[in-house]
């Protein structure tokens, strides 16, 4: 789980065959990191992004510059301590994720990944067996509150207000087939609301018990940021976590995401878009999520 790439300088001028090389490692190390590289800006950025996808609009939270990079800031309701797989409440949610560190706090800040193949891999038989046939809701309108007791409330309120400008829900399988690899990975995270066919309460232990094995500590990895650093991972077989311990520092990143495809279950069955009937055109670019044919962004 993770690994370093060193002497590449990141950008959308990077050559085809080093473009294979770090996709390949995405794939197999599910989050690849690089030291350096602060010559990128939101374009460049954003023109790597395209080796490796299309770059897509976040759903609901708009672009503040014309660019596909989301800001990801602690002082904007942005922190992300809890345990989530990017923007699953939509059916083709992002294949990758780019993250570069603009500002780091002093102290803390760190970000965990776990391989959700692996935490799949780890599963007894038994609970891969029944993982298998679940289904699951997820939806971008969850109890922000409960998640977040300390933040202010007028924050934690133009936050809400924002991220769920649209309330999406989407059912995907628990266990998906993995488009280019081909392993089964676990759909979970904090955008996961409840399981199909359970009465709540069995459908949160069973969550609780499948969430589990992804934060088991060995099937995760900690990045401690350094200013121009970058994180790529594959969203389709990863959750993460950015731990909130670095007071009121300011810490920036930006992330791009390039377009995913929709999850395929074991049993052949596609996820599916409950609400609203169609992902809406975001006030920038292509939302994430639109595509809908099942077709697999290739660089
Ligand atoms: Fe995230």
Do not use: C
Request: charged share 20%.
């Amino acid at each position: 789980m993770g690994a370093v790439i060193a002497g590449v300088r990141l950008g959308g001028d990077l050559d085809a065959a080093t473009v294979a090389a770090v996709r390949a490692a995405v794939l197999e190390h599910k989050v690849v990191f690089f030291r350096d590289q602060q010559h990128l800006d939101a374009e460049s950025h954003e023109a790597f992004g395209r080796l490796l996808g299309t770059p897509v609009a976040h759903p609901t939270v708009p672009s503040v510059d014309g660019r596909y990079a989301l800001g990801i800031d602690n002082d904007h309701g942005g922190r992300a301590n809890q345990w989530h797989t990017d923007v699953t409440f939509v059916p083709a949610y992002p294949a990758f994720s780019l993250l570069r560190a603009e500002v780091i706090p002093p102290y803390g800040g760190n970000t965990l990944w776990s391989s959700t193949a692996a935490a799949y891999a780890g599963l007894p038989e038994p609970l891969r067996v029944l993982a298998d046939g679940l289904r699951g809701i997820h939806t971008n309108d969850y109890d922000y509150a409960a998640v977040r007791p300390n933040a202010p409330t007028a924050a934690l309120e133009q936050h809400r207000k924002v991220f769920t400008a649209v309330t999406f829900r989407t059912e995907h399988p628990v266990v998906r087939v993995h488009p280019e690899t081909g392993e089964r990975t676990l759909i979970l995270g904090n955008f996961l609301q409840k399981l199909l066919g359970f009465r709540s309460r069995d459908s949160r232990a069973l969550i609780d018990i499948l969430q589990s094995h992804v934060e088991l500590p060995e099937n995760t990895v900690r990045w401690q940021w350094r200013a121009g650093d970058v994180a790529i991972w594959d969203n389709r077989a990863t959750q993460h976590y950015g731990v909130d311990d670095s007071d009121d520092h300011e810490r920036t990143l930006r992330r791009v995401t390039v377009d995913g495809d929709v999850p395929v279950g074991v049993d052949g069955r596609r996820s599916v878009l409950i609400a609203p009937e169609a992902v809406p055109e975001p006030a920038y670019g292509i939302a994430s999520g639109a595509s809908t044919d099942g077709a697999l962004a290739q660089s």
